[in-house]
């Protein structure tokens, strides 16, 4: 069956890094667009970053340009956030998704299938 699993979360101190892995299983590969988003207690869901195999395209919201980078793997059907310098209003569980579309994009209505989705926690 199809299915998307989320690792590498945890807990860390403001400034510090986190890598996040999304691997997929299952899936037909024209399902070649992953992305992360995130929600936090209380507030809506959020894109942070997409990747697509077909186009190549990346995209990362404001809010992490320049802190967080996203790669793939494609041998190993894994998609990696590496996040640094890492503040507080980054906690939140982080969920990877999955789409067909041309192009990915931070949408989350664009998505077909999602992950259980992982804890971040910055605390100092």
């Known amino acids: 069956q199809v299915q998307l699993v989320e690792s590498g979360g945890g807990s860390v101190q403001p400034g510090g890094s986190l890598r996040l892995s999304c691997r997929a299983f299952g899936f037909p590969s024209d399902y070649s667009n992953i992305g992360w988003f995130r929600q936090a207690p209380g507030k809506e869901r959020e894109g942070v970053s997409c990747i697509s195999s077909n186009t190549d395209n990346i995209v990362y919201a404001d809010s992490v340009k320049g802190r967080f980078t996203i790669s793939r793997d494609k041998a190993k059907n894994t998609v990696y956030l590496q996040m640094n310098s890492l503040k507080p209003e980054d906690t939140a569980v982080y969920y990877c998704?999955?789409?067909?579309?041309?192009?990915?994009?931070?949408?989350?209505?664009?998505?077909?299938?999602w992950g259980q989705g992982t804890q971040v926690t910055v605390s100092s």
């Open positions: 998704a999955t789409d067909r579309s041309v192009f990915c994009g931070l949408d989350l209505y664009q998505y077909d299938y």
